[in-house]
C-alpha cells in the first residue's frame, strides 16, 4: 500500500528521541493525524526495544482490527504477520508478530499472566481520551510493573482530546508531544434551537436535508442499536428512488456488515453508527457528519448495584471526534442537531468510566494483582470508594474474596474466565453441576444484546424469561426455515458467538441434563445471589431482595408472581422499587440446597409496626430473605431495647399520660425557663426521646405490646430524671398546690407557655392583697377569679387593682344572682371562705 503524507509524520523523530531518553511520553495529536497506524510502526526499529514486541491497546473491537489490518497492508503483509489483534473471541497473530493491537481487557488478562511482560518492549494506550475503565486500569497496573519489575518497559499515551497534563504529571513529569491535525476545511451547522421529538425522526430529517445539500458519504451518529434501525427503516421508505446505500455501523455486526459500512462503495453511502465511529476508524468516502449529540452510556448505582444504559449529551470533546470525521479526506460538513446555546453548555469531556462503572470487575483485577490500598496504584480517577467497597462485597458473597479482601482459589478460578465475576460464578457452577454447556448459553445470553428485546408484554407465563431465550438459541436454523419470527437475528449471532467462546475457555464436556427451570435458577442464583427475593405476601407482586431493597414483578416479565424467584434485570430502584423485567423461578429446596453454607439461624427481637407489639423469634434465612422461623421467649434486655424501639416510632403520645404526669413534665418546663440556678433536665419531646433508655427503660416492666404502653403512667419513671435535692426544689419552686386565704389547697396549672394559672372561688381570696408567686418570688401566678357557679369573672396578675377597680362592679351584678355567698362591701378586711352565708 501506498504511504500518504500525515501530519504525525512530523513529529516522529521527536517521539523516538523522547521514548529513547525517557520511560513514558504523552502524544497528542487531533482527529486525522495518523497517530494509530503511524506511530507503531515508526518505532518498530527503536534499538531500546532490543527484540521485543510492541502491544498497542485499542478501546474498541472493529477499530483494533482495523487498525491491524490497515498497518500490516502498508507492511505489504497480511494482517497476523508482524502485525496482528487479539480481540474478544478472535486471535490473528503469529511467532513472527511485532506489533499486536489488543482490546479492553485484553491486556489486563497479559499482564495477570505476565507481570513483567518480558517479551513487551512498549505499550501504546491509543484513544485514551475515552477513558475507559480496562485503559485506567490496564495503565495503573502497567505503570506498577513499569516501577516495581521493568525499569526498561516503555508506555506510551496517545489522544485526541484529553486534557494531556495530568497524564503527564501521572506518568513522573513525562515529556508531551503535540501533533497538528489535517487542515481540511469543515463547516458545522447548528440548528437554531433544539429539536423536539424522537431521535429517529430528527435525525432522519436531517439526514434528507444534508442529503440535498452536500456531496459524499455521509456518516450519522445515533445512541444505539434501536435508534439506528428505526432511522434506517425511516430512510428506506422515503429514500427509495434514491441510488443510496444504507448502512448501519455497530459493535454486534458481523464482520462483513462492518466493513461494508467502512469501505468505499459504487453507490453513495449513508453509515448509521454508534458511537463506535468517533476514534480511530477512518470511513473512506465520508465528507459529512449528522451528529444527534446523543450517546449511550452504561451507570452503575451503587445504591442498588445495579447497571442502567443511560441516553445523554455527549461532551464538547466527543461533539469535536464526531465533527472531525467529516474533515478526514477533505474538506467536510457537520450538522449537528442541537442549537449554539447546547453546545455552549456540553462538558467539556467525557467522564469517565471509572466513576460511574461497576467495579466488580477491576476490584477482582486488584486482588489478584495483590492490592488491598487502592491508592498505592497510580490512578488518573480513584475508584470511587462506595461503589468499590460495594464491588468488594459482592465478590465476598461470591467467594472470591476472604474475609481481608485477599483473592482466594475461587476467586482465581473466576479471574482466569475473564468474565464478569457474576457470570464467571455461573459458568463454573454450571460446570459443577455438569451443565458446562447451557452454563455459557446463559452467560452469554446475559453478556450479549437481548435477543427478544423489543417484544413487549410476554404472550404466554412461563416459570422463568430465559426458558424462551434459551430456545431460540437451541433452535435449529434451516435455510428455508431463516431465525424465529421475534427473535432479533444480530444479537442472536453475537450471543451464540459469545457462548462457543466461553465453551472453549471454560470446558467440562457436554451436558449430562436436559434444560429445566430449576436448573436455569441454580444457575441465575449463582450469578445473582444478592438478587434472589421473595415474594412479601400471598397476593401480591412485590418483592423482598435479598440485599434489602424491594422490587416489583414487571408485566414484560412472564412469571406469575411465584413465592421464589431470581430478579436479572432491574429497572429503577433507587428511591423507589424497582422493576422485576427479567427474572427465574426458584423453589425454597433450591435455596436451602444452593446456599446451604449461608442459612443460620439467628435471632431476632424487634418492634413489629404490623403486630404493634415485640416480636421475638428465630429465624434461617439469606441475608434480608426469611425461609423459616421459629418463635422465642424474649430476655428482659432484648424486650426493654425492642419496646423503646417501639416508643420511638409511636412517639411519647403511645404513652398513658395522666394529667398529673403532664403536669409534672409542665412543672418541670417551668422552673428550667423561670429558675436562674439552671442545671434541670431537657424534657422537650426530642430530648426525652433520645434519652428512653435512662428513664423509662427500668419501668417498662412486662410490657410487650402498643396496649401495654398506653396503660404506663410515665410518672414514676419522669420522677427519675431529677435527684432528692433537686425533687426538693421542685417542690419549693413550683408546688403544685398553693393554700389560700379561705384554708383550701388549690391546684395550680402549668402551661406550656405563660405563668401558671390559680384558678379560685373569689370568696376563697378575702383578705388577700398581693398575688401568688412562685420560683422563688420571681413569677406571679396567673388568677383565674371564679363566680359561686365556677364560671370565671375575672383574669389578673394585680389582685390589689381588681378589689380596687373591678370588684365592686362583679359584687353589683352577681350579689342578686348568687344571694346565699358572702359580697361584702370589704373585701380587705372579709372573712375568706369557700361556704355559704348559712354555713
Not at 459458568?427 to 446463559?442: E, F, I, Q, S, Y
Not at 412472564?558 to 429497572?571: D, G, H, K, N, R
Request: include cysteine.
Amino acid at each position: 500500500m501506498e504511504k500518504t503524507s500525515l501530519p504525525i509524520d512530523l513529529v516522529l523523530p521527536q517521539l523516538r528521541q523522547a521514548l529513547a531518553a525517557r520511560d513514558a511520553v504523552v502524544l497528542q495529536a487531533p482527529p486525522g493525524a495518523g497517530k494509530t497506524t503511524r506511530v507503531p510502526l515508526a518505532l518498530l526499529d527503536a534499538s531500546w526495544l532490543a527484540g521485543r514486541g510492541i502491544l498497542m491497546l485499542e478501546p474498541r473491537r472493529l477499530a483494533a482490527s482495523n487498525a491491524a489490518r490497515y498497518m500490516a497492508a502498508l507492511l505489504g503483509e497480511k494482517v497476523g504477520e508482524r502485525v496482528g489483534y487479539t480481540i474478544r473471541f478472535e486471535r490473528c497473530v503469529s511467532p513472527r508478530t511485532r506489533i499486536e493491537v489488543v482490546t479492553e481487557g485484553i491486556l489486563t488478562r497479559r499482564l495477570q499472566s505476565d507481570p513483567a511482560l518480558e517479551d513487551v518492549g512498549l505499550v501504546i494506550f491509543d484513544e485514551f481520551h475515552e477513558r475507559n475503565l480496562h485503559s485506567d486500569l490496564a495503565l495503573a497496573l502497567c505503570r506498577d510493573a513499569q516501577q516495581g519489575l521493568r525499569e526498561d518497559l516503555r508506555l506510551l499515551v496517545m489522544s485526541a482530546t484529553l486534557d494531556a497534563e495530568p497524564v503527564s504529571r501521572l506518568l513522573g513529569d513525562a515529556p508531551l508531544i503535540t501533533s497538528a491535525g489535517r487542515s481540511h476545511t469543515l463547516d458545522i451547522q447548528y440548528l437554531n434551537k433544539d429539536p423536539q421529538g424522537p431521535v429517529a425522526e430528527v435525525t432522519a430529517r436531517a439526514v434528507q436535508r444534508a442529503l440535498g445539500e452536500t456531496e459524499g458519504d455521509i456518516l450519522v451518529f445515533l445512541p444505539g442499536v434501536a435508534e439506528i434501525r428505526r432511522c434506517q427503516g425511516l430512510l428506506a421508505q422515503s429514500l427509495a428512488a434514491h441510488q443510496l446505500e444504507l448502512c448501519p455501523l455497530y459493535g454486534e455486526l458481523s464482520f462483513a456488515e462492518q466493513e461494508r459500512a467502512i469501505l468505499p462503495g459504487a453507490r453513495r453511502k449513508v453509515v448509521l453508527a454508534t458511537n463506535i465511529a468517533e476514534t480511530s476508524l477512518t470511513i473512506e468516502g465520508v465528507r459529512v457528519v449528522v451528529d444527534s449529540g446523543l450517546a449511550r452510556q452504561a451507570r452503575f448505582e451503587a445504591a442498588s448495584g445495579l447497571t442502567r444504559l443511560e441516553t445523554g449529551r455527549i461532551s464538547a470533546a466527543s461533539a469535536k471526534q464526531r465533527a472531525g470525521r467529516a474533515g478526514r479526506l477533505g474538506p467536510g460538513v457537520c450538522y449537528r442537531l442541537w442549537s449554539p446555546a447546547t453546545q455552549g453548555s456540553l462538558l467539556p469531556f467525557t467522564p469517565p468510566e471509572i466513576r460511574h462503572a461497576d467495579l466488580a470487575e477491576l476490584a477482582l483485577e486488584l486482588a489478584r494483582w495483590g492490592i488491598v490500598e487502592v491508592q498505592s496504584l497510580s490512578w488518573l480517577d480513584s475508584p470511587p470508594t462506595g461503589t468499590l467497597a460495594g464491588a468488594r462485597a459482592l465478590l465476598r458473597e461470591l467467594g472470591a474474596l476472604d474475609a481481608g479482601g485477599r483473592i482466594t482459589a475461587h476467586g482465581l478460578a473466576l479471574s482466569d474466565l475473564g468474565a464478569h465475576p457474576r457470570l464467571a460464578n455461573l459458568m463454573l457452577r454450571g460446570r459443577a453441576l455438569g451443565v458446562p454447556r447451557l452454563a455459557c448459553d446463559l452467560a452469554a445470553l446475559l453478556a450479549e444484546r437481548d435477543v427478544l428485546r423489543g417484544l413487549g408484554q410476554p404472550s404466554h407465563a412461563a416459570d422463568s424469561d430465559f426458558s424462551a431465550r434459551i430456545a431460540a438459541l437451541l433452535r435449529r436454523r434451516d435455510a428455508d426455515q431463516g431465525v424465529p419470527i421475534g427473535v432479533d437475528e444480530g444479537a442472536l449471532r453475537s450471543v451464540k458467538r459469545a457462548a462457543r467462546y466461553w465453551r472453549k475457555r471454560l470446558g467440562g464436556g457436554e451436558d449430562r441434563e436436559s434444560v429445566s427451570v430449576d436448573l436455569l435458577g441454580r444457575l441465575l442464583g449463582a450469578a445473582y445471589p444478592d438478587r434472589i427475593a421473595q415474594r412479601r405476601g400471598a397476593e401480591t407482586d412485590r418483592y423482598l431482595l435479598a440485599n434489602g431493597r424491594g422490587a416489583r414483578l414487571s408485566r414484560h416479565s412472564a412469571l406469575q408472581s411465584p413465592p421464589f424467584l431470581v430478579a436479572v434485570e432491574i429497572f429503577g430502584g433507587q428511591r423507589s422499587e424497582g422493576e422485576i423485567r427479567l427474572a427465574s423461578r426458584l423453589t425454597r429446596e433450591i435455596i436451602e440446597d444452593e446456599f446451604a453454607h449461608r442459612l443460620v439461624w439467628r435471632r431476632e427481637v424487634h418492634w413489629s409496626e404490623r403486630e404493634e407489639r415485640v416480636v421475638a423469634r428465630e429465624i434461617q434465612g439469606l441475608e434480608a430473605l426469611v425461609l423459616r422461623e421459629r418463635s422465642v421467649a424474649p430476655s428482659a434486655e432484648e424486650q426493654s431495647e425492642a419496646l423503646l424501639e417501639g416508643v420511638r416510632r409511636l412517639g411519647l403520645d403511645a404513652l398513658g399520660w395522666t394529667k398529673e404526669s403532664r403536669q409534672f413534665l409542665a412543672r418541670l418546663e417551668f422552673v428550667a425557663r423561670a429558675d436562674a440556678e439552671g442545671g434541670w433536665p431537657e424534657v422537650s419531646p426530642e430530648a426525652l426521646l433520645e434519652r428512653l433508655d435512662t428513664w423509662l427503660a427500668p419501668f417498662l416492666g412486662a410490657c410487650r405490646s402498643r396496649a401495654d404502653l398506653a396503660r404506663l403512667d410515665p410518672l414514676t419513671a419522669m420522677h427519675s430524671l431529677l435527684d432528692w435535692s433537686r425533687r426538693q426544689r421542685l417542690e419549693r419552686l413550683a408546688p403544685t398546690h398553693l393554700e389560700v386565704p379561705s384554708g383550701s389547697r388549690i391546684r395550680l396549672d402549668y402551661q406550656a407557655d405563660g405563668p401558671p394559672v390559680l384558678a379560685v372561688k373569689l370568696q376563697e381570696l378575702f383578705g388577700l392583697a398581693q398575688t401568688p408567686r412562685l420560683a422563688g418570688g420571681r413569677v406571679p401566678v396567673l388568677i383565674h377569679l371564679l363566680s359561686p357557679a365556677r364560671r370565671p369573672l375575672a383574669v389578673t396578675q394585680d389582685l390589689c387593682s381588681f378589689w380596687d377597680n373591678v370588684y365592686p362592679e362583679v359584687k353589683k351584678e352577681l350579689s342578686g344572682r348568687y344571694p346565699r355567698h358572702p359580697w361584702p362591701d370589704d373585701p380587705w378586711n372579709a372573712t375568706a371562705t369557700r361556704f355559704t352565708k348559712r354555713k
